[in-house]
């Protein structure tokens, strides 16, 4: 392959032909990659805070990304789970426009995990 042909003389390297296409093909090809963005609450989060995150989370929908919404418990607040679970749905309900939900609000050990995903075109 001709590396520099300006140059006096023309500069060249040998290599190897099927790894050269490889790396092209790398190139050209269109990266799928989907983050996923993480959200950290609390049960007992404040209004101006919950609404600050839900925009944060509109802001990662919109760019095409999933939002990975958890809450952790500390101490007592494990013996009311259901709070946090009301915090999700009056998240979900501040939430504007069109999304999925894609795993629906689970208690895992001390915390609750929900994954919203954009909306499909």
Do not use: W
């Amino acid at each position: 392959m001709e590396v520099s042909p300006e140059a006096n003389p023309p500069v060249c390297k040998l290599l190897d032909f099927g790894k050269y296409k490889y790396q092209m093909s790398k190139k050209q090809a269109p990266s799928k990659k989907i983050d996923i963005k993480e959200i950290k609450i609390r049960p007992q989060i404040g209004t101006h805070d919950l609404e600050l995150k839900v925009r944060n989370m509109r802001r990662f929908l919109d760019e095409g990304h999933k939002a990975k919404v958890m809450m952790f418990f500390r101490g007592r607040e494990m013996a009311r789970p259901e709070l946090g679970l009301m915090v999700f749905e009056k998240m979900t309900q501040m939430l504007p426009g069109k999304f999925n939900i894609e795993m629906k609000p689970k208690l895992e050990g001390n915390h609750i995990t929900m994954v919203i995903g954009p909306s499909s075109k």
